[in-house]
């Protein structure tokens, strides 16, 4: 499977290379003889959902681009987070499944869904990988 949350799950989880089901059976080598030699592999269709998310983080970001091309700091315009929408994001943060977070919460996965929309509507993210690095930048200018 190749849907986006597969392959960032496991790019959090630390892969360092991710191939296609169909790939033949030299590629699977030259990847496993690469990842030997401590280098990354991607097939193309996944570099370029990687490189897309980079690029919406980076027009999402904190630091936006002023017109001379340096960075400037602003203010994150969102909606406050109520407390179980910040430990909900917590638990996104640490990795955990819609499902876990349900189970750990006593909450119906289904609640859990509705919360994460809510969450990523408030911080204008578009996937848990999104809302992860927000998390964290928030963590850090605290």
Do not use: W
């Amino acid at each position: 499977m190749d849907d986006d949350e597969t392959v960032f799950e496991a790019v959090r989880a630390g892969a360092h290379g991710y191939l296609l089901k169909d790939v033949t059976e030299q590629e699977l080598l030259e990847t496993i003889r690469a990842l030997r030699r401590g280098e990354s592999r991607l097939t193309p269709q996944i570099a370029r959902k990687v490189m897309d998310q980079f690029r919406q983080l980076a027009e999402s970001s904190d630091y936006p681009r002023n017109a001379d091309g340096s960075t400037a700091k602003r203010q994150c315009a969102t909606e406050t987070l109520s407390e179980k929408e910040e430990k909900i994001l917590n638990l996104i943060t640490e990795g955990m499944s819609n499902r876990q977070i349900a189970y750990a919460m006593f909450l119906a996965e289904g609640t859990v869904k509705n919360y994460v929309s809510r969450i990523m509507e408030k911080l204008h993210a578009n996937t848990r990988t999104a809302l992860a690095v927000i998390s964290t930048r928030q963590r850090r200018s605290n």
